[in-house]
C-alpha cells in the first residue's frame, strides 16, 4: 500500500472523547512526536499507532521514532478549536521521505494524524524541515469545528 492523503487518525478522535489527548502547551501536555516514512509505509486513517516499519532511516541526524514536537498549545479560532506545532527540523540527514506520523508517546504510541508529502521528499547531508500550516481556523494542523 501507501500513504495516500494527509489524515487525523480514527482512533485518535475516539480517545479525544475518552481523555487520552492533551494538547497543553509544556509542562502538562502529552508528548508529540513525528516520524518519517518511505513510499513502501501503509499509513491512513486507520493507523492507530507508530511503528518502525518502513520507517526512513538516516546515517545521522534521524533516529527511530523520529523528533518530539513543539506543541504550542490550544486556542479557538471563528469557533474551530485549534493546536497547532512548531516547524521541525532534521538537521544534516541524508534520507528520502514520502510522509509522516504524528503520535503521542505519552500515551503508548498512540497515532493522531498522517501526513501526506505527495511524493517522496529527499535531503542529501541537509536539512529536512516540516514546516507545519498556518495555527488558524481554516489551516491549523488539528482543528475542530
Known sequence: MAITTNAICNSFKKELL???????????????KLAMFTNSATLGKSTTGY???????????????GKALVNVGTSLATNTAI???????FVGVTLTARGALIYNSTQSN???????FGSD??????????QFPTADSSNAIIRIA
Open 83 to 89: 493546536t497547532d506545532f512548531a516547524d521541525l527540523s
Open 121 to 130: 521528499k529527499s535531503s542529501s547531508s541537509g536539512d529536512f524541515t516540516i
Open 51 to 65: 511503528s518502525t516499519s518502513n520507517e526512513v532511516s538516516s546515517p545521522s541526524g534521524y533516529s527511530a521514532g
Open 18 to 32: 475518552e481523555g487520552a489527548h492533551k494538547f497543553q502547551a509544556a509542562p502538562n501536555g502529552s508528548t508529540y
Open 110 to 116: 498512540k497515532a493522531v494524524a498522517v501526513l501526506d
